[in-house]
Protein backbone atom coordinates (compact mmCIF):
# COMPACT_ATOMS: atom_id res chain seq x y z
CA UNK A 1 0.00 0.00 0.00
CA UNK A 2 0.78 3.71 -0.36
CA UNK A 3 -0.12 7.13 0.32
CA UNK A 4 -0.44 6.66 4.43
CA UNK A 5 -3.87 8.79 5.54
CA UNK A 6 -4.94 9.88 8.69
CA UNK A 7 -8.10 11.40 8.79
CA UNK A 8 -9.14 13.56 10.88
CA UNK A 9 -12.30 14.89 10.70
CA UNK A 10 -16.05 15.81 12.73
CA UNK A 11 -19.10 13.38 12.99
CA UNK A 12 -21.11 15.29 10.21
CA UNK A 13 -23.01 13.38 7.23
CA UNK A 14 -20.85 14.62 4.68
CA UNK A 15 -17.73 13.55 6.47
CA UNK A 16 -19.04 10.17 7.19
CA UNK A 17 -19.82 9.63 3.42
CA UNK A 18 -15.74 10.84 2.80
CA UNK A 19 -14.73 8.39 5.16
CA UNK A 20 -16.84 5.76 3.69
CA UNK A 21 -15.24 6.44 0.56
CA UNK A 22 -11.87 6.52 2.10
CA UNK A 23 -11.95 3.04 3.12
CA UNK A 24 -13.28 1.54 -0.13
CA UNK A 25 -9.73 3.20 -1.32
CA UNK A 26 -8.05 1.54 1.15
CA UNK A 27 -9.87 -1.80 0.55
CA UNK A 28 -8.85 -1.58 -2.95
CA UNK A 29 -5.42 -1.15 -2.11
CA UNK A 30 -4.85 2.76 -3.36
CA UNK A 31 -4.37 4.40 0.53
CA UNK A 32 -2.95 3.23 3.47
CA UNK A 33 -5.50 4.76 6.10
CA UNK A 34 -3.23 4.27 9.89
CA UNK A 35 -5.73 6.36 11.62
CA UNK A 36 -9.49 7.81 11.89
CA UNK A 37 -9.95 10.46 14.29
CA UNK A 38 -13.39 12.70 15.39
CA UNK A 39 -13.85 15.30 16.86
CA UNK A 40 -16.97 17.92 17.52
CA UNK A 41 -16.73 20.59 14.85
CA UNK A 42 -19.99 21.63 13.43
CA UNK A 43 -21.28 24.96 13.28
CA UNK A 44 -24.23 26.40 12.11
CA UNK A 45 -24.14 27.42 8.47
CA UNK A 46 -24.45 31.34 8.91
CA UNK A 47 -21.24 31.69 11.63
Do not use: A
Not at 6 to 32: A, P, Q, S, V
Request: glycine share 14%; proline share 2%.
Amino acid sequence: MNNPVIIDTDGGGDDTFCIGNMLRLHKLGKCNIIGITTVCGNIKSDD
